[in-house]
């Protein structure tokens, strides 16, 4: 499965950013989708994750609340709402396929796209 992110940008503490990923090859119903984010000089975290159709969906405790991660019904899009952002939201987002929606919650990644940056200035 290849994964393509994109909708990253500057936007100001309180604003909101819609990230899409948008999937193609082999994607089974069985397919978890999820994003993950790495700040400035930190690891790579998970952020968000469901399996198509919203099924199962784990989000981050720093985010929950704030964002969401919806799919579209032809599982070909991975959405990423992110309301009410705050200054350490910002960093470089990745989306990511698993083997399931839990196994992405935990870091076990099956394929990753490239990233897409966040800035939110204070």
């Known amino acids: 499965v290849q994964l393509q992110a994109s909708g990253g940008g500057l936007v100001q503490t309180g604003g909101s950013l819609r990230l899409s990923c948008r999937v193609s090859?082999?994607?089974?119903?069985?397919?978890?989708m999820g994003w993950f984010r790495q700040a400035p000089g930190k690891e790579r975290e998970f952020v968000a994750s469901s399996y198509w159709y919203g099924l199962s969906a784990y989000l981050a405790d720093s985010v929950k609340g704030r964002f969401r991660i919806s799919t579209d019904n032809a599982k070909t899009t991975v959405i990423l709402e992110m309301n009410s952002l705050k200054p350490e939201d910002t960093a470089i987002y990745f989306c990511?396929?698993?083997?399931?929606?839990?196994?992405?919650?935990?870091?076990?990644?099956?394929?990753w796209g490239q990233g897409t940056l966040v800035t939110v200035s204070s």
């Open positions: 090859g082999r994607a089974n119903s069985g397919t978890a």
């Open positions: 990511a396929a698993g083997r399931s929606s839990v196994a992405l919650s935990k870091g076990l990644v099956d394929s």
